[in-house]
């Protein structure tokens, strides 16, 4: 179950996703109980950042105390069964609306260390969603080294670049920050099926556990081909 997390005090309706909502902290413990009594053992967490502490770099995503690690702490006292997986990319943190600053090797450095505090504070499995070049690699190589040996990481091996996106955006209030500006020089272009499959690849070469593509609904033809090509 994916859910949307908010501060205190920053709003809770999706505009443009009827009937979805973001939730505080106490909020989403609520919500947990509810979920728990379904049989449902899995949530995602997407965070809603308030504008003020948005910078070019996304210094906050590596906040011991931001947003994603309070709720995590939570989490795992109120409900140490659930599984948490935790969105890694810095959209949700920079001004500029991008899931990466300018350079990509400082960008991947610090997507390892944002994986590697989300592991510290409970997250269970790490979802790198921003396609960086290499960042399975630096990550996996992070979390073997701070000994969170046990967390898993759910790369988003090909993701397309794609309008679907755009009530997600919005959801993480990153829409307006990214204005006009495209992430088709990072995400993958849908003409190119090879670029997909070998990026899948690559990425279990480098220590992914699990690999997504998305939106699944529109590439079926390339899940089957990754799942000819893998394990």
Do not use: W
Request: hydrophobic share 30%; net charge negative.
């Amino acid at each position: 179950m994916p859910y949307f997390i908010r501060e205190e005090g920053d709003e809770e309706n999706i505009i443009s996703m009827p009937g979805i909502k973001r939730y505080t902290e106490e909020e989403l413990l609520y919500e947990l109980e509810e979920i728990t009594k379904k049989n449902l053992n899995t949530i995602s967490l997407f965070p809603k950042i308030k504008n003020g502490k948005k910078t070019t770099d996304g210094s906050e995503s590596l906040n011991s105390n931001n947003l994603v690690c309070k709720t995590l702490r939570k989490i795992k006292k109120n409900f140490p069964e659930i599984t948490v997986i935790c969105d890694v990319a810095l959209d949700a943190y920079t001004s500029s609306g991008h899931d990466g600053i300018i350079d990509n090797d400082k960008t991947i450095e610090m997507l390892a260390q944002m994986s590697q505090l989300f592991a510290v504070n409970g997250c269970d499995i790490v979802a790198p969603s921003d396609m960086m070049d290499g960042r399975i690699k630096v990550i996996r190589e992070k979390l073997e080294k701070s000994k969170n040996f046990n967390t898993c990481i759910l790369s988003y091996s090909s993701k397309f670049a794609s309008n679907f996106y755009s009530p997600f955006r919005d959801a993480l209030g990153s829409q307006k920050n990214l204005n006009n500006s495209s992430k088709n020089t990072y995400q993958i272009d849908y003409r190119n099926k090879r670029e997909a499959i070998k990026e899948s690849l690559e990425d279990i070469n480098e220590g992914a556990d699990i690999l997504m593509v998305k939106p699944a609904i529109y590439y079926l033809d390339i899940i089957n081909e990754i799942k000819k090509n893998s394990n």
